[in-house]
């Protein structure tokens, strides 16, 4: 699978999936509200820049979370990332139990913009994310700006 490299940071590798064209977003180590906060008005941009529709959110290498920054995702980002045009999210759980403890927020997005699908495997994440059709993708400009 074709995938770019657009962004890295402490808490965030993102991608661009070009061939299905959606973002991947791969978390990891401890998760910090300020770095998480920056690491996902990036996001936004690269939504916008992009024109994805969908996004594989994969949590499988967080180390650490909060209940704060689970609020803010979900009652913050979540919204920011419905109006800049992405529909469905395929959010991949991470295997530690402290770091699941808050999922049942993410769940509660399962029948609103985006639409949040909860997965443990990214396998089936993935095969979800390909089943799903979105609108038409907005004019897109390539993730290196050209």
């Not at 180390?63 to 992405?86: C, H, K, N």
Request: glycine share 4%; charged share 15%.
């Amino acid at each position: 699978m074709p995938i770019a490299l657009l962004l890295t940071s402490d808490v965030l590798d993102l991608h661009y999936d070009a061939e299905n064209a959606w973002l991947y977003l791969d978390w990891k180590g401890p998760q910090e509200l300020e770095l998480v906060q920056a690491a996902c008005q990036d996001v936004l941009v690269f939504i916008k820049q992009t024109g994805a529709k969908k996004a594989l959110n994969d949590n499988t290498h967080i180390t650490e979370t909060s209940w704060d920054l689970t609020r803010w995702v979900g009652y913050d980002f979540i919204p920011q990332v419905a109006a800049a045009g992405l529909e469905y999210i395929a959010w991949v759980c991470s295997p530690l139990l402290s770091c699941r403890t808050n999922l049942g927020l993410m769940s509660s997005f399962s029948d609103q913009k985006p639409q949040v699908a909860v997965f443990d495997e990214i396998a089936d994440a993935y095969e979800w994310l390909t089943s799903v059709h979105a609108s038409c993708p907005a004019p897109a400009t390539s993730p290196n700006g050209t």
